[in-house]
């Protein structure tokens, strides 16, 4: 088959490529969702030193899973990474088919599929953005996403069809991401080396780099708050873990308003100020957070307090936070030497 026959030439050099494992397989298909292959790649190296197997992570406390976690961003996945995880030891190991592994938490149908096809070899197609837009030009889809999908679903699963890609159900699936990955790239698709190059539809008749179609996508909704950074008279930061549930669940956050639509005027916040009387002094500027359907931009407030009050924390050495509270953080760097001194920038 053409396309097996070009992967096994021109396959990316990836740090689970050629696993059998499926701890491994799924957990580099969780850290790959909504992060670039770079990104992951020593991530998943040191992921894997700290909770080698299955049993590592199941047995492990959430706190030490969210700490080695920071910084990779969309941290749901990390709470259903660990609830997974000791559902299936529980039950005695990993499901064997992408119907089992589906019924776990946070693992939905492309996870699945992948864990399956990869580790187990059953004949399904774990279907992403790469193949979604691979299958729109090779069959020439005109019809837009999101509504296309389950239509360019159908046609990936149908090689399964082909004896050669259901023998080799996990060489198939990631011939199919690498493909979109490295040839039919959402711009400039390089199709000349492409192994479809002269049945692909889209590049007959010219329109390759327009293919996958889309709906205009909404305009994100933006929510806003402020947060407060007290330090203690030892130089100790207080903070607090958010709820389990929810954005950055779970995760330890500077104390701050409620995110909403409307903008906070510093006066109305500091009802949420951990200490209202202290001598809050905005810092400058402004970090504004990109999520996949929101823009956050938040500010923040600093002070100096003799002790930190009931509810919050000392910063923890090895905390889990979020890049978003690490950017705060960053900010209040350059308000240290103001607030210490009674000075306020402007």
Same mark, same amino acid.
């Given at each position: ?9 021109? !396959? ?16 580099? &298909?969780?850290?790959?969702?909504? $992060?670039? %292959?770079? +990104? ?6 040191? *992921? ?15 706190? &030490? ?20 995880? !000791? ?6 190991? *990993? ?29 399904? %197609? ?7 837009? %691979? ?14 999908? @389950? ?20 060489? *198939? ?11 039919? $790239? ?37 929510? *806003? ?13 207080? %903070? !607090? ?24 005027? &510093? ?18 500027? &402004?970090?504004?957070?990109?999520? $996949? ?11 100096? +307090? ?19 509270? !690490? ?17 306020? @920038?402007?």
């Amino acid at each position: 088959m053409l396309l097996l026959d070009w992967y096994r030439r021109a !396959r990316r050099a990836l740090p689970w490529r050629g696993e059998t494992d499926p701890y491994r397989i799924w957990l580099s &298909e969780v850290m790959l969702q909504q $992060t670039t %292959v770079a +990104a992951v790649g020593q991530r998943y190296h040191r *992921f894997l030193a700290r909770f080698p197997d299955l049993a590592a992570l199941a047995a492990a406390p959430w706190e &030490e899973v969210a700490a080695e976690w920071a910084g990779l961003g969309y941290y749901a996945r990390a709470r259903h990474l660990h609830a997974a995880a !000791r559902a299936m030891v529980a039950a005695g190991g *990993f499901p064997r088919d992408a119907a089992g592994l589906c019924a776990l938490p946070g693992i939905g149908p492309y996870t699945a599929a992948a864990v399956a096809a990869i580790a187990f070899g059953e004949p399904v %197609v774990p279907v992403d953005a790469n193949v979604e837009r %691979v299958m729109a030009r090779l069959f020439g889809i005109d019809r837009p996403l999101p509504g296309a999908r @389950r239509l360019l679903a159908a046609l990936a699963q149908g090689f399964m069809d082909q004896p050669a890609a259901r023998a080799a159900a996990g060489d *198939f699936a990631q011939a199919l991401f690498d493909l979109g990955a490295g040839l039919c $790239t959402p711009r400039a698709p390089d199709c000349a080396p492409c192994p479809w190059h002269d049945f692909c539809i889209a590049r007959r008749s010219g329109r390759a780099a327009e293919l996958p179609l889309r709906q205009e996508k909404r305009p994100r909704s933006r929510l *806003f708050g402020i947060h407060f950074l007290l330090r203690d008279a030892a130089g100790r930061i207080g %903070v !607090r873990q958010r709820p389990p549930a929810g954005l950055f669940g779970g995760m330890w956050e500077l104390p701050g308003t409620p995110w909403r639509a409307a903008p906070w005027a &510093e006066a109305e916040a500091l009802a949420h100020a951990p200490v209202s009387a202290a001598p809050w002094q905005p810092a400058a500027g &402004e970090v504004v957070h990109l999520l $996949t359907h929101r823009e956050l931009r938040l500010r923040l407030m600093v002070a100096e +307090a003799p002790a930190l009050p009931p509810g919050l924390s000392p910063l923890p050495a090895a905390a889990a936070l979020p890049s978003l509270m !690490r950017r705060l953080l960053a900010l209040a760097e350059g308000e240290a030497g103001s607030v210490r001194s009674g000075k306020r @920038r402007h």
